[in-house]
């Protein structure tokens, strides 16, 4: 089993719909998760931090579930600048500074 | 005012040829990691350095040696290339305290071509 898995997509959605990205992971002793999201031929940003149960910001909420081991990005009203590669990003337990990136999710919102 | 800058932003050059990447961030950051993404969009980690000591050195050829002078620069030379280099290197920088080590910023990259 890879460390992080990502659905590759695209997911592809007209503006205003709601979309779910999931990304499961390996290592049952992570405490720690990210959502990174890439825009094409661009550098990855830091979207959201998880650290709990979930975090919410804005439009964006993504949630842990520890028993199933994944975490979740739910995405609300779309617009068309969330077109973008949505990476998940587990670190190893106690391995500060290093990430394990997931190949990414693809979003493609349409007028 | 650009946080983590690299250079060259392309590159293009024949196999068996030696090239450097500069990156320099501007944040005030303690580690300075670099990234590859080959063609599948996977984004590993290469190196990372703290303060100019080398803290993460994954399994990558001996042809890429880094290079840190302070905490604020970090460099990639690569030998010899070959054309499995090609990718996009980014480097990123963060603070090395816990948590925040994982809140990391990216440059915007280089596009690395071996003919």
């Known amino acids: 089993r890879k460390e992080v898995e990502q659905d590759p997509g695209p997911f592809n959605v007209p503006e205003g719909a709601t979309v779910a990205f999931n990304c499961t992971y390996s290592n049952s002793a992570s405490q720690s998760f990210f959502w990174y999201r890439q825009d094409c031929r661009k550098e990855p940003k830091l979207l959201m931090s998880?650290?709990?149960s979930g975090n919410e910001d804005g439009r964006f909420t993504a949630q842990l579930n520890r028993a199933s081991q994944y975490i979740s990005l739910l995405i609300r009203d779309s617009k068309l600048s969330d077109s973008a590669t949505y990476l998940c990003?587990?670190?190893?337990?106690?391995?500060?500074?290093?990430?394990?990136f997931g190949a990414g999710t693809r979003l493609a919102v349409h007028p | 005012d650009t946080a983590v800058s690299q250079t060259p932003k392309y590159l293009v050059t024949q196999m068996g040829n030696d090239k450097s990447i500069k990156c320099e961030q501007n944040l005030g950051h303690d580690t300075m990691y670099w990234y590859k993404q080959d063609s599948k969009k996977f984004l590993k980690i290469m190196f990372s350095y703290n303060n100019k000591e080398l803290i993460i050195n994954e399994t990558v050829p001996n042809r890429f040696s880094p290079k840190s002078p302070d905490k604020a620069h970090l460099n990639l030379h690569i030998n010899s290339l070959e054309l499995g280099d090609s990718a996009v290197y980014f480097c990123?920088?963060?603070?090395?305290?816990?948590?925040?080590?994982?809140?990391?910023?990216f440059g915007p990259g280089t596009r690395l071509t071996v003919t």
């Open positions: 998880v650290y709990s």
């Open positions: 990123a920088s963060s603070l090395h305290r816990g948590l925040s080590s994982y809140e990391q910023y």
């Open positions: 990003v587990v670190p190893p337990k106690g391995g500060y500074n290093k990430l394990i």
